[in-house]
Nanobody, 122 residues
Framework: VQLQASGGGLVQAGDSLRLSCAAS????????MGWFRQAPGKEREFVAA????????YYTDSVKGRFTISRDSTKNTVYLQMNSLKPEDTAVYYC????????????????WGQGTLVTVSS
């Protein structure tokens, strides 16, 4: 089982990026998926999560209205569209899959990608 995150990069404030998380080894289409991030010197924090069917979506307050999580079950891939990026969004972004229910807690996720770095300059 492997989660491969990609799409990070260096952008300016106000720009957009789309992160992708491709799953292989098993089908995650029915399982909740989440995005977390860890900024330098800080703990990992929840960003967004989506249920297996995409029915329920959760965001941390700081990204509401700017980030959109989605999934394409045919591609076994989850996306995080990030608009109006701010310097405080700078972090390594991780995708994760849960074999349990959707959650904002990283301890509820069983599989993790390797992370992709997003750097937003002011």
């Amino acid at each position: 089982v492997q989660l491969q995150a990609s799409g990070g990069g260096l952008v300016q404030a106000g720009d957009s990026l789309r992160l992708s998380c491709a799953a292989s080894g098993r089908t995650f289409s029915s399982y909740p998926m989440g995005w977390f991030r860890q900024a330098p010197g800080k703990e990992r924090e929840f960003v967004a999560a989506i249920t297996g069917g995409g029915t329920f979506i959760y965001y941390t307050d700081s990204v509401k209205g700017r980030f959109t999580i989605s999934r394409d079950s045919t591609k076994n891939t989850v996306y995080l569209q990030m608009n109006s990026l701010k310097p405080e969004d700078t972090a390594v972004y991780y995708c994760a899959a849960s074999m349990r229910g959707p959650s904002t807690r990283d301890t509820s996720y069983d599989y993790w990608g390797q992370g992709t770095l997003v750097t937003v300059s002011s």
